[in-house]
């Protein structure tokens, strides 16, 4: 394993359609535009666009018609270049299925996932229509065949690390629960952090892949997300978690996880930039710049 920039692979997945909102796509434009310059490589993964464009609930999945090949391309651009590591800027949560299902293949058990985030995202077309809160549930194996197809290697729950969750509703605090699945809590994470380096130790963990929802985030410190979109009506997330952490304390946390073995995978997910897009509007309206 190398943290040398060469065998890095820089993804940029724009796709919308796990979340159903078209916001996503601007967010990973504006995440590939506002990360540090690389000398790696960088790869976009082909995304359909506009801001026109109508999803249906296909057999359980909003969009699945559109979804799959484009996990079928990243899927295609990582392997073209089999690196030691990645990043993935995204997008919805769902654009970490192939990164992270190609590192579980390629690390084994080895790999240990620290899943930086307020929600679980083990649910199945089931319970939830949109699959951008599948994607851990997939990874480990389980729920739509489509989204398990790319997974050759499923992730065992006691390779897991949860980080920020919190206020599961029902269904998720039993899986939690039944799988014993590891959680550090937010206030852990703002006090010492213990329970992330006995996870690693006890588990075998010699390197990481770090899933990293902006959601993670509450909303006094960070305004991009879904739960601070202005225009959505005053009672639209009512009974969602949503995140308590500040960006330091995300940083103090991935942070603590990587001082004890090589990150292999960091994806940044869930970013949606309701200021950018709304002057985006507005300038289109204005003489001289619109249509």
Not at 128 to 142: D, K, N
Not at 263 to 281: F, M, R, S, T
Request: charge should be negative.
């Amino acid at each position: 394993m190398s943290n040398n920039q060469d065998s890095t692979l820089r993804l940029i997945m724009p796709q919308w359609q796990g979340g159903n909102n078209h916001a996503y796509h601007l967010g990973a434009q504006l995440l590939a535009w506002l990360a540090p310059a690389t000398d790696g490589p960088v790869e976009e993964v082909n995304v359909p666009f506009s801001k026109d464009m109508v999803l249906e609930n296909e057999n359980g999945i909003v969009g699945r018609s559109l979804i799959i090949p484009q996990i079928q391309h990243s899927q295609e651009l990582i392997e073209k270049h089999n690196p030691e590591s990645l990043v993935v800027l995204g997008g919805d949560c769902l654009v970490d299925l192939a990164p992270f299902a190609y590192l579980s293949e390629k690390y084994g058990d080895e790999l240990g996932v620290l899943w930086v985030d307020a929600h679980p995202d083990i649910m199945t077309s089931e319970q939830f229509e949109h699959s951008h809160a599948s994607v851990l549930r997939a990874l480990m194996g389980e729920g739509d065949a489509d989204l398990t197809q790319f997974v050759k290697t499923p992730i065992k729950a006691n390779k897991v690390m949860y980080a920020g969750v919190n206020n599961e509703n029902e269904y998720e605090a039993n899986f939690l629960a039944e799988r014993g699945m590891r959680i550090c809590r937010p206030d852990e994470i703002r006090g010492e952090i213990t329970s992330i380096k006995k996870w690693m130790e006890e588990e075998g963990i010699k390197c990481l892949a770090i899933h990293f929802d902006l959601d993670v985030l509450s909303t006094k410190d960070f305004g991009a997300l879904l739960f601070a979109n202005p225009h959505a009506p005053k009672d639209a997330f009512d009974g969602i978690a949503q995140g308590e952490l500040t960006m330091a304390e995300a940083v103090k946390v991935i942070n603590e996880a990587a001082q004890y073995a090589p990150v292999v995978g960091l994806g940044i997910a869930e970013h949606l930039p309701w200021d950018a897009i709304n002057l985006k509007k507005m300038m289109e309206s204005l003489p001289l710049l619109g249509k």
